[in-house]
Nanobody
Framework: QVQLVESGGGLVQPGGSLRLSCAASGFTFSSATMSWYRQGPGKEREFVAR????????NYADSVKGRFTISRDNRKNTVYLQMNSLKPEDAAVYYCYGVLVYTDYTMDYWGKGTLVTVSS
């Protein structure tokens, strides 16, 4: 059974930091491109960051570039999102997303999300 379980969300003041984790199971994590997405109140779900299977390539949304860092530990089947200098507009449910590309098809998986609240 495939599972992506996010953790680490919570309430933080503007300017603060949080580290999100996403623990994966039920699929070959080390072969999956992993991403973080978020959905704020009344907003569409949006891309935040992506990391390649080896961790050698990362991509970020312009809105978080320089403040957020995505990383992964393939030994622990876990992907992380370090969030610094948080702003009120970063408040959202953050989702972990994994994609496995095979020769003839693609499989993708979503976690259930973890809530990040940024408020003083």
């Amino acid at each position: 059974q495939v599972q992506l379980v996010e953790s680490g969300g919570g309430l933080v003041q503007p300017g603060g930091s949080l580290r999100l984790s996403c623990a994966a199971s039920g699929f070959t994590f080390s072969s999956a491109t992993m991403s973080w997405y978020r959905q704020g109140p009344g907003k569409e779900r949006e891309f935040v960051a992506r990391i390649s299977v080896t961790g050698g390539t990362t991509n970020y949304a312009d809105s978080v570039k320089g403040r957020f860092t995505i990383s992964r530990d393939n030994r622990k089947n876990t992907v992380y999102l370090q969030m610094n200098s948080l702003k009120p507009e970063d408040a959202a449910v953050y989702y972990c997303y994994g994609v496995l590309v095979y020769t003839d098809y693609t499989m993708d998986y979503w976690g259930k999300g973890t809530l990040v609240t940024v408020s003083s």
